[in-house]
Each structure stands twice: as structure tokens, then as C-alpha cells.
């Protein structure tokens, strides 16, 4: 179902691998994250309507913004009808604020996009509404694929949260957890059709490495899809195949 033409992934020839970024990038993220903190201008515990490739997404309290940091803006922007068929079927893991679903939904038949975080679930229902995509976005809550037990997809999408380790609370889940890597990956041939497809976004501000790490160990085909260099941050979609056996039709 998916149209990957070699000239589209082309990125894929990137060396696989953590997201690099120099030290002094490393330092300087992180004390320009603590500085949005301190000043508030890390744009959460807000209402802000952001402009996302000119399509409007409201962001809620507690829900991860997809303008900063710029993963989800640029996972949003690898999702274009060149490589999504018209009657693919879509899976946005971790919706937030729903910027994937809603550019999914603008060019494949179906989505359902799934969070765990309550206002997420809310924040994505009202981008597709604020978008007239309702009627192709189904949003569920829950965690990780239990919402969409026994489904298969034309593709997945998943920016997880970057860092390891115990979410203090909704919001946090956006940034931290425990167990996402192994499971997503122990779980997602499930999840996919024949030909089906991962885009995994991975920021080198994480743990990167571990989710790649988890995927090699279930033996997926991984390629780099599309790479962006900041100064502080380089962020990278992986696509993310299961391996074509000998036996494959
Ligand atoms: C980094 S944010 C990405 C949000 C959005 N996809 C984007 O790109 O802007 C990760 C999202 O995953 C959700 N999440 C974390 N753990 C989850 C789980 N176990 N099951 C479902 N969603 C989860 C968080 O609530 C958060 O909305």
C-alpha cells in the first residue's frame, strides 16, 4: 500500500545509528530546554493554536507540543500523499496533539490514532474536528497497541517519548517511559499488513539508541527515511520493515 520510490528514500543510505550531535550541541539543548522552562516558553500547561505546515493544531494542557520541540512537526511533514496511498491504513502511536493522524488522514482512507494520556485523547478528537478529518480519525486511549488489539495497518507512526524512565505524571509521558521500546517493537509485526511500514521518529536529545537496539534484536529492516541537522538536536524518521524472508510472497 505504501509508494516508498527509491528517490523518496533515498535518506535511507545514511549511516543507521543514533542521531548524532556534537557535545557542545548536547549542552546547549539541554540549557535551551531549561530555559523554556524557567521562562515558560516551552508551551505546555496552555491552550496555543499552532500553525503546522499551515494546518492548524490546538494544543491543550498536559498535551506535547509538535512545534517545540520540532519532532512532531517533522514526523508530521514525512507523511505526504507521495508515500501514502489512498486507501492505506493508519496507525498514529502516541497521538498527542493528533499532528500526525491529522496529515495521515490527509491522504490515507482511514487513522486511528491512540495516546494514553486522557487529554491527548481529547486534544486529537478536537484537531480533527478543528480539521473536518472526523470522519476518517478514530481516537482511542489506551496503551500502546491494546486499543487496536487484532488490527493490522499500512503503516505505523510513533514519535515516542524520548527518555528512559518513570513518567512522573500525564504530561511527562510525553517525554519519559519505562518499557516503550521493547514493547513497541516485541509488538508492532503484529500490527502490520503485508508491506506494511513503521516511520519512527528518534532525536539524538534521547535515548535513541535503545529503541534502535530493541528493533535489531526482532530483526526489522531499518533505513533512514529523512535526517534533520539542528545545531543543538539532529532528528531522524526511521522506516521500520519487518525483514523479507525467503518464504515471503
Ligand atoms: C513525544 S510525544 C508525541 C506526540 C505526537 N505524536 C507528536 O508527534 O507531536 C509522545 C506521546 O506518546 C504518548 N504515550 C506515552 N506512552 C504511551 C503509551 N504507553 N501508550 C500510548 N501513548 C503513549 C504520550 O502521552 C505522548 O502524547
Known sequence: MLDLAPAKVAAAEAPLGPPPVSYVGSLFGKLLAAAYRVTGK???DDFRLERVAGVPILVIPSVFNPKVPRTGEF??????AERVAPQAEVLDLGTGSGVGAVFAALCARRVVAVDINPAAVRCAALNARLNQLEDKIDVREGD????????????????PPFLRG???????????????????????????KPGGTAFLLLSSFGDAQWFLTQLQAHRYAI??????????????VFRVAPQRTELSP
Open 223 to 236: 533505513s533512514v527515511l529523512a535526517e534533520r541537522r539542528y545545531i543543538n538536536e539532529t532528528l531522524r
Open 75 to 80: 514526523l508530521a511533514r514525512q507523511v505526504c
Open 166 to 192: 518513570t513518567p512522573r505524571d500525564d504530561r511527562d509521558r510525553a517525554w519519559r517511559s519505562s518499557d516503550l521500546a521493547e514493547r513497541f517493537a516485541a509488538g508492532l509485526g503484529a500490527h502490520l
Open 144 to 159: 500502546l497497541f491494546a486499543p487496536v488489539a487484532g488490527e493490522r495497518f499500512d503503516l505505523v507512526l510513533f514519535n
Open 42 to 44: 516551552d508551551r505546555y
